[in-house]
């Protein structure tokens, strides 16, 4: 679970535009599940804002999930401004990154949840359509019936945010569904527990030859990102420290084994981290298959295709936990193509977090993505607000003039000049535009246009992780909290795209602490801002002390640490409950 430091439809309108003034009374509907979220576009789009106030019916806020967007959002909102109505089928928020040690024992799964938000309105309940034309939400009670004796009821909202997360994606290879476990929830982590167990004590009847039980014995991973290295390290933890206590007739007949597609695991981290996670799990005797692709599980067997000469392999298993990739929600891509974003993996959003073209509705999360709007596409309209005598031509100082609205607008080209190691935006005129305009410093759209070109290459997509959907929800929260004052005062930049004036937010700018690798062994590796790599065992105790300080109360942290020094004093629990 790669935890890093701290895991509508009316008209496209962007949320920092949601306090403008004379806008008539809306319910925001907040959807958040599981993690995901729905987004706004469009810069051009006009704005609108809850205007709440003491004498005006509150606006009504339905969120539907309980994941790390939607979370961070209802903890952060000021709950009294709002009519808030939360949906999600668990009333709980679980803090996914620690799942891999409540597998096997080493956490407890109620040290990692948090019951549902005393301040809100919760319904256990599932959405599966969002009507964004009449403002309703589609809910299905996890919990009983009403009087139809269906469960379905609906909800209409003034705005909605979507955090419904993510779902596994399977790639639709056969038998995954049917012969693999996943883990994405508690539920998971507790059914991988009971299987582990299960394995061990099967393997250790009288009545099983040696080479069936060294099958059962055979714990595969399928997918080499942080959640199936963390398990496959909690694993042979699990197995090292306590498990060879209980059975030692069968332990050295235990094998795990991750299969990766990449040529390496830990792809999305340092070269350095990868390394030296593949060098450690060679020393404890984890098989790394890398650059293998499954291509069918059955009940016993995993098939598996080599990709450099495409020979296929059949090895037999025990157990097999599939971490190789998350998909879209049914509900979500429904949404999507309602709204014309077919083809999308995601929901698409502006800077503001705001779903293109639907009027009120948010998206956070695993279920959204935010497309950066880039500069090129914008160049002339820059370029005419920066000439502010309109000679055609810009100087330095003019460009000056605009230069902190167009970086807050557009991150890419601070982060452009950032990696080409450059001072000022000087340089990067004067790179451009060559020796001849180095003392006048005046150009002209060509030129100016030419400087640009390349600052567009650093758009990226934030990555789908917990540190991404908890600081979009509570970015989120932070704007509705103080709609009237930046409707009075905005705080955001220029308008650079259609419409006068600002913004009255600043856009949401995503800011990276670093990410962990628990690796076993009382070992992590860690990548840190600044192209910091830190690895060893002291590594694994500014995990513990990170993870226990972003517990969401003082009730799960002080679960956790107590579970860890349970560990440390009497080992892990291996009771099958």
């Known amino acids: 679970m790669g935890f890093s430091f701290f895991t509508s439809r009316a008209g496209a309108r962007l949320l920092d535009g949601i306090a403008r003034p004379g806008f008539s009374t809306a319910a925001l509907l907040l959807t958040a599940a599981s993690g995901g979220g729905l987004v706004a576009y469009a810069d051009?789009?006009?704005?609108?804002?809850?205007?709440?106030?003491?004498?005006?019916?509150?606006?009504?806020?339905?969120?539907?999930?309980?994941?790390?967007?939607?979370?961070?959002?209802?903890?952060?909102?000021?709950?009294?401004?709002?009519?808030?109505?939360?949906?999600?089928?668990?009333?709980?928020?679980?803090?996914?990154?620690?799942?891999?040690?409540?597998?096997?024992?080493?956490?407890?799964?109620?040290?990692?949840?948090?019951?549902?938000?005393?301040?809100?309105?919760?319904?256990?309940?599932?959405?599966?359509?969002?009507?964004?034309?009449?403002?309703?939400?589609?809910?299905?009670?996890?919990?009983?019936?009403?009087?139809?004796?269906?469960?379905?009821?609906?909800?209409?909202?003034?705005?909605?945010?979507?955090?419904?997360?993510?779902?596994?994606?399977?790639f639709n290879t056969p038998g995954v569904l049917e012969h693999c476990c996943f883990l994405k929830e508690v539920e998971d982590a507790q059914k991988i527990r009971k299987g582990v167990i299960d394995c061990f004590e099967k393997a250790s009847l009288p009545n099983i030859s040696e080479e069936e039980k060294r099958k059962i014995l055979h714990f595969v991973v399928i997918g080499g990102g942080?959640?199936?290295?963390?398990?496959?390290?909690?694993?042979?933890?699990?197995?090292?420290?306590?498990?060879?206590?209980?059975?030692?007739?069968?332990?050295?007949?235990?094998?795990?084994?991750?299969?990766?597609?990449?040529?390496?695991?830990?792809?999305?981290?340092?070269?350095?981290?990868?390394?030296?996670?593949?060098?450690?799990?060679?020393?404890?005797g984890i098989e790394v298959c890398t650059g293998f692709r499954v291509i069918k599980v059955s009940d016993d067997l995993i098939t598996m295709k080599r990709k450099s000469d495409g020979e296929e392999l059949s090895v037999p298993y025990g157990m097999a936990v599939w971490s190789a990739g998350i998909g879209t929600r049914p509900v979500v891509m429904d949404f999507m193509q309602q709204i014309g974003q077919t083809n999308r993996r995601a929901l698409a959003t502006n800077e503001w977090l705001r779903v293109r073209e639907c009027e009120g509705v948010y998206a956070i999360g695993d279920c959204a993505t935010v497309s950066q709007r880039k500069i090129m596409d914008d160049i002339s309209t820059v370029f005419k607000m920066a000439d502010k005598d309109n000679s055609g031509t810009l100087t330095l100082k003019e460009i000056n003039g605009v230069l902190d609205d167009i970086c807050i607008r557009y991150p890419q080209v601070e982060l452009y000049m950032k990696s080409m190691h450059m001072l000022d935006i000087a340089d990067l005129i004067k790179g451009a535009v060559g020796d001849s305009h180095k003392e006048s410093m005046v150009v002209d759209?060509?030129?100016?246009?030419?400087?640009?070109?390349?600052?567009?290459?650093?758009?990226?997509?934030?990555?789908?992780?917990?540190?991404v959907a908890a600081q979009q929800g509570q970015y989120l929260a932070q704007c509705f909290n103080k709609m009237e004052k930046c409707r009075e005062e905005p705080e955001g930049p220029l308008r650079m795209a259609g419409g006068s004036g600002r913004h009255f937010f600043r856009p949401f700018r995503y800011k990276h602490f670093g990410q962990f690798a628990p690796l076993g062994g009382e070992q992590a590796a860690a990548e840190l801002p600044g192209d910091w790599v830190s690895m060893g065992h002291s590594t694994q105790w500014l995990w513990y002390s990170v993870y226990a300080s972003k517990q969401v109360s003082w009730r799960t942290r002080v679960l956790v640490v107590s579970d860890w020094t349970r560990r440390f004093i009497f080992g892990r629990d291996s009771s099958r409950i």
Not at 238 to 251: G, N, R
Not at 445 to 467: C, G, W, Y
């Open 445 to 467: 759209i060509e030129e100016f246009k030419k400087a640009l070109r390349h600052v567009d290459s650093q758009v990226k997509n934030a990555p789908a992780t917990a540190q």
């Open 44 to 170: 051009s789009a006009a704005e609108s804002a809850p205007d709440p106030s003491q004498d005006a019916p509150r606006k009504k806020v339905v969120v539907l999930g309980t994941g790390w967007a939607g979370t961070s959002f209802l903890k952060n909102l000021d709950c009294s401004r709002y009519e808030v109505k939360v949906i999600s089928p668990r009333n709980y928020f679980a803090f996914t990154p620690l799942l891999p040690s409540v597998t096997c024992g080493t956490v407890e799964p109620r040290s990692i949840i948090e019951p549902k938000n005393k301040d809100v309105t919760f319904c256990e309940a599932e959405c599966f359509k969002i009507d964004a034309n009449r403002k309703t939400v589609h809910c299905r009670s996890a919990v009983g019936t009403n009087l139809d004796g269906n469960g379905d009821f609906m909800l209409d909202y003034d705005y909605l945010v979507v955090a419904l997360g993510a779902t596994v994606s399977t």
């Open 226 to 284: 942080p959640t199936g290295v963390e398990f496959a390290a909690e694993m042979h933890d699990f197995l090292v420290e306590d498990l060879v206590k209980l059975y030692p007739a069968i332990q050295d007949l235990v094998k795990i084994t991750i299969i990766q597609s990449a040529e390496h695991i830990l792809t999305m981290f340092d070269e350095r981290i990868a390394s030296f996670a593949e060098q450690k799990f060679k020393r404890d």
